[in-house]
């Protein structure tokens, strides 16, 4: 089953043209290496193997940009900006100025579909036509191992190579919710392109796309009810960072009840009753579900060519070669794991490179633990961003038991998030040295809430990734004032005590930590 948008025009409507590959003929084609799929991780794999002179074709069902440019990361970041600017702009009332309104839902319209066409040189199936791919369109299935059949809306063409690379992403997994199969409803591919400006949004999931989309509806007008079922939102993250991102959702007005799952739903476009589990019900004028997605791995023919794989992706090694088919190469959030566009884009460049040629394999290989896409650092792009690296707390107390040592940093202590009337955290994960002292000292893992979070995660996470002592950064001089001062105050609560420093306490296990909650649960 598809979503549709609240108006029952489909996806097809709003489609740039650009951004289509060509229907070419039905004659078969040959290349050294075939990507499925137009995506983040199949863009880097293409472009990676056409650069190394191999014939690469590539083949996209749909547009190439994949999730990420049309209905992910960057309209989802666009509105998020637009919100916030709308939000800033009512918050200059505290200054004695009359800021009041909201912008005409047309003009949030444009600006998303700007922002969108502005990446057309980059993505589209002219521009990679230039870099030496060559892109056609329609939906791929394998008919026997190294031959492909591409359905297309003028007939099928028959695709064969040496090497395939499989990037067809992920789609959304819908709840077990009665009655969704019965109501309108919004997922990510359709939430943006609602021509109007919903009234009351009901959002199912606090993960990210729910607190993103929860945040940005609510900035922009939008009356928002968001329910998640476990005890916190973002519960991937820790606990302190759902409890200040809670706070700051219900202060703007978003109507979250935690431990809340959406049981039932029923209604029509404009007027739909969400129950929960509990037996409370909630009105609201459109649906969102936000409940997380699934490495699209069906009708793909997998089976025939005895690929491995299960729910939770293409079973691929470190260096993201089928563990099956050594000529299958995964790449993207079809192989499972974490699902990133840089996560994508690292695992199309591990695939793109092991298509190659043994020498392209070797690099894979050497690449691969250095890239490994579990140790990435993510983010979420509220107000204030959450952004997280890592192990949390009681992850590493599972691991490491009484050897962690965790540094808290307030940014009252951050003169620069003074000036600016902002608050925020770190929270840097440690696993002690030999005898307390720095000697084997390792961060594993951090959290940071605040203005420039995710910028501030990257450095956080430096003496890990690149395998340097953390000593390092707490030495680094870092320009006054800035929120960059955050990362080496941490650093040096972790050698030293100052007033200024970040604290230093002994892991707590799970009990102490969900104490740690701003707010109790509610429904
Ligand atoms: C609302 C939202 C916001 C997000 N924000 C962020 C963010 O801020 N930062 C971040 O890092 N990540 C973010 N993500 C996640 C990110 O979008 C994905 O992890 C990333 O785009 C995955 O890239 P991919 O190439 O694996 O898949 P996709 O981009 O989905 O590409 C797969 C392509 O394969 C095509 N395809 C599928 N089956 C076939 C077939 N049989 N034949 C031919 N073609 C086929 C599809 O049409 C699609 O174009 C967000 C996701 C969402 C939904
Ligand atoms: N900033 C970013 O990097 C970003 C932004 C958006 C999405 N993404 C990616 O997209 C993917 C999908 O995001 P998502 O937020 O949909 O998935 P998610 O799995 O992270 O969160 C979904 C949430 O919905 C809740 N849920 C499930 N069923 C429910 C029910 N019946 N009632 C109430 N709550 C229910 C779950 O408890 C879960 O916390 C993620 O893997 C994420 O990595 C990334």
């Known amino acids: 089953m598809t979503s549709v948008s609240a108006d029952g025009s489909s996806q097809a409507d709003r489609r740039p043209a650009w951004a289509h590959p ?30 190394m002179k191999r014939r690469v074709i590539l083949v996209e069902r749909d547009r190439t940009g994949g999730e990420c440019l049309f209905t992910g990361c960057v309209p989802s970041k666009t509105l998020l900006s637009l919100a916030k600017r709308v939000h800033t702009a009512h918050a200059a ?66 695709v064969m190579a040496g ?31 609602l021509p109007e400006r919903p009234e009351h949004l009901l959002v199912v999931g606090g993960g990210p796309i729910g607190c993103e989309l929860s945040q940005a509806f609510a900035r922009l007008g939008s009356r ?13 993250d820790e606990p302190e960072a759902s409890g200040a991102l809670l706070e700051a959702l219900r202060r703007e007005g978003v109507a979250v009840h935690l431990n809340a799952t959406a049981a039932r739903v029923e209604g029509t476009a404009g007027g739909m009753r969400l129950h929960l589990a509990s037996g409370t019900s909630m009105e609201g004028t459109h649906l969102l579900i936000a409940t997380g997605k699934r490495p699209r791995v069906e009708g793909l023919g997998l089976d025939v060519i005895g690929a491995d794989y299960d729910r939770h992706g293409l079973k691929v090694g470190a260096n993201m070669q089928s563990v099956s088919c050594p000529w299958l190469w995964g790449a ?40 490994h896409v579990e140790d990435i650092p993510w983010v979420t792009y509220t107000d204030p961003e959450v952004a997280h690296w890592g192990l949390t707390e009681v992850q590493a107390v599972e691991r490491h038991g009484d050897r962690v040592v965790v540094v808290d940093y307030d940014f009252h202590q951050l003169d620069r998030a003074a000036t600016e009337n902002e608050t925020g955290f770190v ?24 203005p ?72």
């Open 22 to 51: 060509t229907d070419l003929g039905t004659t078969p084609l040959k290349a050294d290496v075939v990507v499925i799929g137009g995506g983040s991780a199949g863009l880097t794999a293409a472009t990676l193997a056409a650069a």
């Open 452 to 523: 420039r979070a995710g910028e501030l995660i990257q450095a956080l996470s430096l003496p890990a990734r690149l395998n340097i002592h953390p000593l390092r950064l707490a030495l680094l001089p870092v320009s006054y004032p800035t929120y960059a001062e955050a990362v080496r105050q941490t650093y040096l609560g972790l050698f030293t005590d100052g007033p200024a420093f970040g604290r230093r306490r002994a892991g707590r296990a799970a009990s102490g930590q969900q104490a740690g909650l701003a707010r109790p649960a509610t429904t």
């Open 163 to 193: 090497q395939f690379i499989l990037a067809t992403g992920s789609e959304v997994a819908l709840p077990d919710i009665a009655g969704l199969d019965r109501v309108p409803f919004l997922t990510h591919e359709t939430v943006f392109d």
């Open 332 to 371: 993207g959030d079809v192989v499972g794991g974490p699902k990133f566009t840089h996560g994508a884009t690292e695992r199309g460049i591990l695939a793109g490179l092991g298509a190659l040629a043994w020498w392209g394999r070797a690099a894979a290989a050497l690449r691969a633990p250095a890239a």
């Open 93 to 158: 009332r505290g200054l004695g100025l009359e800021v009041g309104g909201l912008p005409e839902w047309s003009v949030v319209q444009r600006e998303l579909r700007g922002v969108i066409d502005s990446f057309e040189e980059v993505d589209s199936p002219q521009a990679l036509e230039r870099r030496g791919v060559t892109v056609i369109g329609g939906e791929a299935t394998f008919v026997s191992p190294h031959v492909l059949e591409v359905r297309h809306a003028h007939g099928t063409r028959t």
């Open 224 to 236: 928002v009810t968001t329910v998640q079922e476990g005890p916190r939102l973002l519960p991937q």
């Open 427 to 450: 929270k840097l994960v440690t696993v002690g040295g030999v005898f307390g002292t720095p000697l084997g000292l390792k961060v594993v893992g951090a959290q940071v809430v605040g």
